[in-house]
């Protein structure tokens, strides 16, 4: 399982880092997936990296706003936000799953955590 950190209340146009935490030897192995949920909507792809680091952002609003990474070192993929939006706002979760391919369906990830929420108000 993972531990997702680093959400928190942001104003529109601000900046946040999530961290992802991940346990184990092969954490290395994984392609790790960032999914975001809001209230009344299924849990949906933000972003993902494989361990080649290649990295896949599904959703066209995030664009040149937000960054994926990973230091599998410390077992650890970042989300780093900026411009955020209100449409921002949910609980942001990462799973991982086997293969290279980022795909943009929760299905095909496990071992989530709990999530941190993100809040983004005026």
């Known amino acids: 399982q993972f531990v997702e950190s680093g959400g928190g209340l942001v104003q529109p146009g601000g900046s946040l880092r999530l961290s992802c935490v991940g346990f184990?030897?092969?954490?290395?192995?994984?392609?790790i997936g960032w999914f975001r949920q809001s209230p009344g909507k299924e849990r949906e792809g933000v972003s993902c990296?494989?361990?080649?680091?290649?990295?896949?952002y599904h959703l066209d609003s995030e664009k040149g706003r937000f960054t994926v990474s990973r230091d599998d070192a410390k077992k650890t993929v970042y989300l780093q936000m900026t411009s955020l939006k209100l449409e921002d706002t949910g609980i942001y979760y990462c799973?991982?799953?086997?293969?290279?391919?980022?795909?943009?369906?929760?299905?095909?990830?496990?071992?989530w955590g709990q999530g941190t929420q993100v809040t983004v108000s005026a």
């Open positions: 799973g991982r799953r086997e293969g290279l391919q980022c795909k943009n369906d929760h299905h095909y990830f496990g071992f």
């Open positions: 184990g030897d092969d954490f290395d192995y994984y392609t």
């Open positions: 990296i494989n361990r080649v680091n290649r990295t896949t």
